[in-house]
């Protein structure tokens, strides 16, 4: 059975960083896009940043010159670097990864939250 676990959020001041980390484990034949989303309350689920297989990324235009996503193809395993932190960064924060396995499709994360305050 596909899992993904995500870890590292967290309370941290603005200004700050964090690093976010999401492995897939289970019977995993190849991973394709992943990507973080986050959702703050009474707010629908938005995309913050994506990176296909191949390495290339896309930024939602809050996040750009302050996030990095990467992934390590050999551990299964996708980041997020948070730089900068703003309150508004507040959110509970999913990975989902497009996964082939028995059983293909995208995979969710529990997720993760990450608190920006003083």
């Known amino acids: 059975q596909v899992q993904l676990v995500e870890s590292g959020g967290g309370l941290v001041q603005p200004g700050g960083s964090l690093r976010l980390s999401c492995a897939a484990s289970?019977?995993?034949?190849?991973?394709?896009?992943m990507g973080w989303y986050r959702q703050a309350p009474g707010k629908q689920r938005e995309l913050v940043a994506s990176?296909?297989?191949?390495?290339?990324?896309t930024y939602q235009d809050s996040v750009k010159g302050r996030t990095t996503i990467s992934r390590d193809n050999t551990k299964n395993t996708v980041y997020l670097q948070m730089n900068s932190l703003k309150p508004e960064d507040t959110a509970v924060y999913y990975c989902?990864?497009?996964?082939?396995?028995?059983?293909?499709?995208?995979?969710w994360g529990q997720g993760t939250q990450v608190t920006v305050s003083s």
């Open positions: 989902k990864a497009g996964i082939v396995a028995a059983v293909t499709g995208d995979y």
């Open positions: 990176i296909t297989s191949g390495g290339i990324t």
């Open positions: 289970g019977n995993i034949r190849r991973i394709n896009d």
